[in-house]
Structures are given as structure tokens and as C-alpha cells.
């Protein structure tokens, strides 16, 4: 088993490689009815597109996705819906002298000793390239979740870069979508331009951190033991390629707070329960509270750089290898709506999961 396929009831499976003809994923339990096309699929995908700035790779790929089932007149039939994006810009030869060579601190080497076979060219299934499909199907669970809880919005957005770090003081929200950084502080931009442009010039990349606020969850999602919600979302985001490391609310910080510092406490507002604080980021015990779910995580530095770094080739041969090509200075940028779409199923498929098991039944309070 290879294990290409996520969720439990509203699930995908993704296909295809960096530089076969075409990738996709096919989406399967997505309820009839909704108004699905095109269209709304690109919105999200056209965020994600390399080559729209220069901070990112020069691979000129259009990721038109086309529908090849599953919708008929515009709505889903509830059969599976097959999204197919096509690669246009491969070039294979940028990857011959590396062959027979692991490149250093990627996929290549841990591939060889599992499988005894790998594509070199992009990284195959390993390569970024596979999220594409990924960001595809969180755009059939983005228009359910549309109709089924219209309140609901995930917004991903950049909190460092290097040693760069988001001045939250200046957090505004509508200024993400406005720069190639995904970064909420217009203020900040010019600083993290040229930080950037200093790490390209110096042949290098840098790493980053991500987080994810989702706002509108309704309480009651997840299970308390093997299905926890902060469980599967931390899994999602741990899936996407380069991610190290995933945080839940405080996170890491909860380790240097007190027991009275970190309970979020509670009192009773006019619309029922309302917490003073968000330490455990909209999630306990495994189950969303209702409130803002705010998950992080850090993705490392792009792995593929101009500077020679020590490896081997399969014969064990030492050398120094240049990993030439397209890449990102910082991949981190085009995980944010990577991100989105992870959050969006794994979101979906837990209400769906809810619906089944409670049939959307809850704890009254007052």
C-alpha cells in the first residue's frame, strides 16, 4: 500500500508526477447538489500557480484544471469527481546530472533504500508539484462547505521568514492576497523583498512559518481519542512537502506556561459560552470549541540550491553536487494555499463525520 489517498468520508486520492503528462486527484463522497465548475476550482489553484512572482520558481505551469466527472449541469452527482491538471513547462534535462546522485536533504536517498527505484526528474511524487492536485480538491470541499456552513473561513498567511518574524500589531488581514508573500502588514513588505533577493543572490533559500486561522467552526468536531480534529489537521499540514514541525494554539509556548496562564477561562455571553483566551487554539480535548482553530507550522529551507553541498551517487562515490533548475528561494510561500485547502477537507470531512455519528445533536448550556 502507498498510501496517495486522505480522509474518511470525504476523501481524495492524488496521481501523477512532476514531470509525467498530467496530475490530478480523484474526490470522492462529496455530497449531490453542489454547485461545483471550473471555475471556482481555479480561484484557488491560481494562488498557488509557480512563476507569478519572482520569489518563486520560473516553472511557467497554467494548472488549468479540467473536471472529467462527477458534476453534471453545473452541480455534483455524488459519484466521484476525476481533476486533471496537465503539465506543460517539464524540462527533464535539468535533472540528467543528477541521476544517479541524492541530492542532499532530499527525498532521493530515503526513496532508493525503500523502493530500489525513484524519478529523478522534479522528485516524482515527492516533488511540491503533487499539491497542486491537492489544492484542486480543496476546492470541491471549499464549495461544500460553502453550503453547509456559509460562516466559515480559512485564511492562511506567512508569520516568518528566516529571521524575519510578522509584527502583529500591524496584522491586516485584507493586505495577504495584495503581496507574493502572503503577508498581512503592507508595512513589512519592502523589508521581506529584499531579504529575500539578498538569499537568491547568495545561491541559497531560506525556511518559514505558516499559520492558519479558521474562523466559523462550528463546536463539536472531532473525537475525543483516535479522530481528534487538532490530530488530523496537525497530520494534514505535516503532509504537505517540507513541513517540520506543527503547532496547535500555543503550541510550543504552552511548555513555558503555568497551569493558570494557559486554562482559556470561560464565562456566559448572550450567545451562550464565551472564552477569555485561546491558548488551546479552538480545539479540546480533540473537538473544536467553537472558537478560532489556529494551527502553525514551520517548513524548511528549499532543498534544491546553487551552492555545492558533500553527497554520494549509488556506486558511494563522495562528491559535491550543485542541484541546478527552477526552485524557490522559499517554498514556504506556496504552502499557504496548500495549507487552505488541507484545512477545508479535513474540516469537511470531520462535519461529515459528525453529522453521521451525532447527526448534528448537541450539549445544551443554560
Not at 467553537?290 to 534544491?304: E, L
Amino acid at each position: 500500500m502507498s498510501f496517495n489517498s486522505f480522509g474518511r468520508v470525504f476523501t481524495f486520492t492524488t496521481w501523477g508526477e512532476s514531470h509525467g503528462p498530467a496530475l490530478g486527484a480523484t474526490v470522492d463522497g462529496c455530497p449531490p447538489g453542489v454547485a461545483l465548475d471550473e471555475g471556482f476550482i481555479q480561484r484557488f489553484l491560481d494562488r498557488r500557480r509557480p512563476g507569478t512572482s519572482k520569489f518563486t520558481t520560473q516553472r511557467q505551469e497554467p494548472d488549468q484544471v479540467r473536471i472529467l466527472s462527477g458534476t453534471f449541469e453545473g452541480r455534483t452527482t455524488g459519484t466521484p469527481i476525476q481533476l486533471m491538471i496537465e503539465n506543460t513547462d517539464q524540462r527533464s534535462k535539468d535533472y540528467g546530472e543528477i541521476a544517479q546522485a541524492f541530492r542532499p536533504g532530499h527525498a532521493d536517498i530515503a526513496y532508493h533504500l525503500k523502493y530500489g527505484i525513484r524519478d529523478y526528474r522534479g522528485g516524482g511524487r515527492s516533488s511540491a508539484r503533487e499539491t497542486a492536485a491537492r489544492v484542486a480538491a480543496g476546492g470541491v470541499a471549499q464549495a461544500v462547505l460553502r453550503d453547509l456552513v456559509p460562516g466559515l473561513r480559512i485564511t492562511g498567511y506567512m508569520v516568518q521568514m528566516g529571521t524575519l518574524h510578522l509584527d502583529r500589531s500591524r496584522f491586516d488581514a485584507d493586505e495577504i492576497g495584495k503581496n507574493p508573500f502572503f503577508l498581512p502588514d503592507a508595512q513589512a513588505v519592502p523589508e521581506w523583498e529584499d531579504y529575500l533577493n539578498a538569499i537568491r543572490k547568495d545561491q541559497t533559500s531560506v525556511g518559514a512559518a505558516i499559520e492558519v486561522l479558521i474562523q466559523g467552526c462550528p463546536p463539536g468536531l472531532g473525537a475525543p481519542v483516535y479522530a481528534k480534529l487538532d490530530t488530523d489537521l496537525a497530520a494534514a499540514m505535516m503532509s504537505i512537502n517540507a513541513v517540520k514541525g506543527v503547532e496547535i494554539g500555543e503550541g510550543m509556548g504552552a511548555a513555558a506556561l503555568t497551569g493558570a496562564e494557559n486554562a482559556d477561562e470561560i464565562c456566559m455571553g448572550n450567545e451562550g459560552p464565551r472564552f477569555l483566551s485561546n491558548h488551546a487554539g479552538g480545539i479540546l480535548g480533540g473537538i473544536s470549541t467553537g472558537q478560532d482553530i489556529v494551527v502553525r507550522f514551520a517548513v524548511k529551507p528549499t532543498s534544491s540550491i546553487l551552492t555545492p553541498r558533500r553527497t554520494i551517487n549509488q556506486r558511494g562515490d563522495e562528491i559535491d553536487l550543485i542541484t541546478k533548475g527552477r526552485h524557490d528561494p522559499c517554498v514556504g510561500i506556496r504552502a499557504v494555499p496548500i495549507a487552505e485547502a488541507m484545512a477545508a477537507c479535513v474540516i469537511l470531512d470531520h462535519l461529515m463525520l459528525d453529522r453521521a455519528q451525532t447527526g448534528g445533536v448537541r450539549g445544551t448550556i443554560g
